[in-house]
């Protein structure tokens, strides 16, 4: 089937869950109560996107506070007892993080209770969401390794652990969560790529990347407004990333400021391409996501398209994101029709 559809990894979580149109946001339950409203969530986030004709679905990331956070809580050595507030993302914005002052290890599972429901409960291909050994370094704060390469390679360690039994588990996509590879370019270079090669290592199931400009949130938005008329932050990284073992490679492309000719640089490469705009409430038409994925095969073969949105929708209304998906699901439609 050409132009599959997916979603970056979240969804917006029910106001029943956590308080809704926030990142971090508290739990509306807990114990016994917040497991099992972890759990229906996850099947309802399977639903919707079923229903609006999302071809590889995700479990929506509902059992998780946070994309980064909801794999520390398993971690031994991090410290959430004391957070300490911190500039993410080369200071783009603060935000209370917990401490590594221990060496790192896994205490057991860290997503076997959501990816198990998903899979019981769904017969769609599935994809798990994973944060990228970079990312979590930029979202904590280090007082034990005192140097972010090796404080990288201990959480690829553990991502790489923690994939396996994913796969095991029936995952069939694994994609791991990069925003800080537009941010920290020679370092991607430098280490990025090596560590993001070790979380994935023996991994047989389709693998990916994420790397996108952010969340539609107000310190995103001001940001990208201030990068210019051409965002060419992928041109430094978009090569590393071809050689590789990495499958898939998702990244924004509608409203968007990257030029799609960058695309070229990651031949060979499944291009999860964002036709969904997390950073405004407007809806797509089908008509428009079939225009951004005609342009989008002037620089990639259509056979090697996803469609996708830019980014996860976490902080968005539920009943635009829910819209989001239906257009994205007849879009994809329409571009079968049109395109094919």
């Known amino acids: 089937m050409l132009f599959p559809t997916t979603t970056a990894g979240s969804l917006p979580k029910p106001e029943w869950l956590a308080e809704p149109n926030r990142l971090w946001a508290p739990w509306k339950a807990e114990g016994e109560a917040l497991a099992r409203a972890k759990r229906d969530a996850t099947v309802l986030a ?9 071809d590889i679905v995700t479990e929506g990331e509902q059992a998780r506070q946070h994309f980064v956070h909801g794999f520390l809580e398993n971690v031994g050595g991090i410290d959430f007892a004391n957070k300490v507030e911190m500039g993410i993302r080369d200071d783009r914005y603060k935000a209370m993080v917990p401490q590594a002052v221990a ?7 860290v997503h076997a209770f959501e990816a198990r429901i998903a899979r019981a409960h769904t017969t769609h291909p599935l994809k798990f969401t994973l944060p990228g050994p970079m990312t979590l370094v930029d979202t904590i704060a280090d007082r034990h390794y005192g140097d972010r390469v090796k404080l990288a390679f201990a959480f690829a360690e553990l991502l790489n652990a923690e994939a396996r039994a994913l796969e095991a588990d029936g995952i069939d996509v694994i994609q791991f969560d990069e925003p800080a590879f537009n941010v920290y370019m020679d370092a991607v270079n430098d280490w990025g790529i090596a560590a993001l090669t070790r979380a994935a290592e023996g991994l047989t199931c389709t693998t990916a990347v994420h790397i996108c400009y952010g969340y539609g949130i107000k310190a995103n938005i001001e940001w990208k407004g201030a ?3 051409e965002w060419r932050q992928y041109e430094r990284i978009f090569p590393a990333i071809a050689n590789s073992p990495i499958r898939q490679v998702s990244v924004e492309c509608v409203n968007s400021r990257v030029p799609l000719e960058l695309l070229k ?3 060979g490469k499944t291009v999860q391409a964002g036709v969904i705009d997390v950073a405004t409430d407007r809806i797509e038409t089908p008509d428009e996501i079939v225009r951004t994925i005609e342009s989008i095969m002037a620089v990639v073969p259509k056979e090697m398209i996803v469609a996708s949105t830019n980014c996860g929708m976490a902080p968005m209304r539920r009943d635009v994101a829910e819209a989001k998906l239906k257009a994205l699901g007849a879009g994809a439609r329409l571009a079968r029709e049109r395109l094919g």
């Open 46 to 54: 399977l639903k919707l996107q079923e229903d609006a004709g999302i």
């Open 103 to 109: 060496p790192l290890r896994l205490n057991g599972r």
């Open 227 to 229: 990068l210019g008329a």
């Open 265 to 267: 640089l990651l031949e």
